[in-house]
């Protein structure tokens, strides 16, 4: 149980486009969504935490405007890269919670963006 | 501020071989602790958890890790390592005080495996 999947896996597009990431949760609902980045050879770097029906928040150094993410529904989140240039090419993990207040998060495989 | 160290970044062992790998944490409270396994191009996928109770959990894939609040650690362990666990392993400290939103993760220790 607790799966989380993402789509695409991987993707490459070109400067100033836009791609969309998304994260589901398999088999479970889940009330909060988190978005990752990870950097070759680094740790995960929180970016945002999504609640159903609300907007995200952000952390600090993190441009909302940029990362735009949309939780609609309680088995999906939505993480669209805007105008994307090549210093965004990173590896984006989502994470999602079962329930408020566990303190486990459920991680998915991640989505490897490579901006040209 | 909370911060995960793991002082290791790469460590090579034997098939067979006893691993530990290190990790310690600064955090103001009791720490909800976490071991990640993150094979390549795969997501993290959970080993073990230490909230509280007895300070020697067990976990997944006989993982198991002892927290030590004097030393402020959390170190992972297997008596007898398999090439299948040549990954990377994160350490995490999750905060209670954000309803766990937050998670803090070490930079990570690759584990190669020798034949």
């Known amino acids: 149980g607790a799966v989380v999947s993402q789509h695409p896996s991987r993707v490459i597009c070109k400067s100033g486009t836009s791609v969309k990431i998304e994260c589901r949760s398999l088999?479970?609902?889940?009330?909060?969504m988190f978005w990752y980045r990870q950097f070759p050879k680094q740790s995960l770097m929180l970016m945002a935490t999504?609640?159903?029906?609300?907007?995200?928040?952000?952390e600090q150094g993190v441009e909302k405007d940029k990362f735009l993410i949309n939780h609609a529904s309680l088995t999906l989140s939505t993480l669209t890269v805007t105008s994307a240039h090549p210093e965004d090419s990173s590896f984006y993990i989502c994470?999602?919670?079962?329930?408020?207040?566990?303190?486990?998060?459920?991680f998915g495989p991640g989505t490897r963006l490579l901006v040209l | 501020a909370q911060s995960v160290t793991q002082p290791d970044i790469h460590i090579t062992v034997s098939e067979g071989a006893s691993l530990e790998l290190r990790c310690n944490y600064s955090?103001?409270?009791?720490?909800?602790l976490f071991w990640y396994v993150q094979s390549p191009g795969q997501g993290l996928q959970l080993l073990l958890k230490?909230?509280?109770?007895?300070?020697l959990v067990q976990g997944i894939k006989g993982f198991e890790a002892e927290f030590k609040r004097s030393q402020s650690s959390f170190n992972l362990r297997k008596p007898s390592v398999h090439w299948s666990d040549a990954a990377e392993y994160f350490c995490?400290?999750?905060?209670?005080?954000?309803?766990?939103?937050?998670?803090?993760f070490g930079s990570g220790t690759k584990l190669n495996v020798k034949p």
């Open positions: 088999d479970f609902q889940a009330t909060t």
């Open positions: 999504s609640n159903e029906g609300s907007k995200a928040t952000y």
């Open positions: 230490y909230f509280s109770g007895d300070t």
């Open positions: 995490a400290v999750g905060d209670p005080l954000y309803n766990f939103n937050k998670f803090y």
């Open positions: 994470s999602a919670r079962r329930f408020r207040g566990e303190e486990t998060q459920y």
């Open positions: 955090y103001g409270a009791t720490p909800y």
